[in-house]
């Protein structure tokens, strides 16, 4: 399979000359399996380019939303195979106790939020997701909840031997002392174990995350850690913070390095072959 990144902003989405390289959409990864479907990871605004440039599209789109922030879904009223009947859309996402998917979602797609209901969208299909494994055509996906505030999802996409792991939003590190600590129980090691690709949060510097400890997110370092701890074959770095530049970024690229990790900056446009 194959993903490309077309959103890797976290937070809020930031446009200018100082984030053309890295983007300044916010979070979502196209992964195409080899069986020829298309799955989305995440609806932040780098789904509305992703929609623009989709070519012929399969009839059937599986999007996957790890949690609903907003930056996360700000982009799905604007992905236009949703307003075609020829295309089934399906909608996987966290429900709670209180809320299924369904009402959840409709709380930000309807007015004074935005002026289309969900109700008068055509052709897709909302499905509540409960930790644990689906089949999505070839591809074997797991979901399972991550550190971060709210209710959110790592996804795991296993066709055949190849395995992505998307974890976007992400503080292993929270309540740590001396991290990483044990895998067994660090969030996130499960679903990241041996991967071929991982996609992971790296949003904060170290001194930025002394003040923003409990806010949900990785620093460099971490990711790094993370990374060799669940023994994984290359990281992605992601939801990189607005306020970071392109320069920022390739500085942080440059000081941290693993001996044991393929590190790769995640810049918009990114185009990686997931094999085992």
Same mark, same amino acid.
């Given at each position: 399979?194959?993903?490309?990144?077309?959103?890797?902003?976290?937070?809020?989405?930031? *446009?200018?000359?100082?984030?053309? &390289?890295?983007?300044?959409?916010?979070? *979502?990864?196209?992964?195409?399996?080899?069986?020829? /479907?298309?799955?989305?990871?995440?609806?932040? *605004?780098?789904?509305?380019?992703?929609?623009?440039?989709?070519?012929?599209?399969? #009839?059937? @789109?599986?999007?996957?939303?790890?949690?609903?922030?907003?930056?996360?879904?700000?982009?799905?009223?604007?992905?236009?195979?949703?307003?075609?009947?020829?295309?089934?859309?399906?909608?996987?996402? #966290?429900?709670?106790?209180?809320?299924?998917?369904?009402?959840?979602?409709?709380?930000?797609?309807?007015?004074?939020?935005?002026?289309? %209901?969900?109700?008068?969208?055509?052709?897709?299909? @909302?499905?509540?997701?409960?930790?644990?494994?689906?089949?999505?055509?070839?591809? $074997?996906?797991?979901?399972?909840?991550?550190?971060?505030? /709210?209710?959110?999802?790592?996804? %795991? =996409?296993?066709?055949?031997?190849?395995?992505?792991?998307?974890?976007?939003?992400?503080?292993?590190?929270? /309540?740590? &002392?001396?991290? #990483?600590?044990? $895998?067994?129980?660090?969030?996130?090691?499960? =679903?990241?174990?041996?991967?071929?690709?991982? @996609?992971?949060?790296?949003?904060?510097?170290?001194?930025?995350?002394?003040? &923003?400890?409990?806010?949900?997110?990785?620093?460099?370092?971490?990711?790094?850690?993370?990374?060799?701890? $669940?023994?994984?074959?290359?990281?992605?770095?992601?939801?990189?913070?607005?306020?970071?530049?392109?320069?920022?970024?390739? &500085?942080?690229?440059? $000081?941290?390095?693993?001996?044991?990790?393929?590190?790769? *900056?995640?810049?918009?446009?990114?185009?990686?072959?997931?094999?085992?």
């Amino acid at each position: 399979m194959r993903a490309r990144l077309w959103g890797t902003r976290g937070s809020l989405a930031r *446009s200018g000359p100082e984030t053309v &390289r890295y983007g300044g959409d916010t979070s *979502s990864v196209e992964v195409r399996p080899a069986d020829g /479907g298309l799955i989305v990871l995440d609806a932040g *605004s780098g789904i509305v380019r992703l929609g623009e440039n989709i070519g012929t599209p399969p #009839p059937r @789109i599986d999007i996957l939303l790890s949690h609903l922030h907003m930056d996360h879904i700000q982009g799905l009223g604007f992905f236009t195979p949703l307003y075609s009947e020829d295309i089934v859309v399906h909608i996987w996402g #966290p429900a709670t106790a209180a809320l299924d998917l369904r009402s959840r979602l409709s709380r930000y797609l309807s007015p004074p939020l935005f002026p289309v %209901r969900l109700r008068d969208l055509v052709g897709f299909e @909302i499905h509540d997701l409960a930790p644990g494994t689906m089949q999505l055509g070839q591809v $074997a996906v797991t979901a399972d909840v991550v550190c971060h505030p /709210g209710h959110t999802f790592g996804f %795991r =996409l296993q066709e055949g031997s190849a395995a992505l792991t998307y974890i976007p939003d992400h503080e292993p590190a929270l /309540g740590v &002392r001396n991290f #990483p600590g044990s $895998a067994e129980w660090t969030s996130g090691t499960a =679903l990241a174990a041996n991967a071929d690709l991982l @996609i992971h949060d790296a949003q904060y510097s170290d001194d930025e995350y002394e003040a &923003r400890a409990g806010w949900g997110h990785s620093t460099f370092s971490h990711a790094i850690a993370f990374a060799e701890l $669940a023994e994984v074959r290359r990281m992605v770095t992601f939801h990189h913070d607005p306020s970071h530049s392109d320069d920022f970024l390739d &500085r942080a690229a440059a $000081a941290f390095t693993s001996d044991s990790v393929e590190v790769v *900056s995640g810049t918009v446009g990114a185009d990686f072959e997931v094999s085992g």
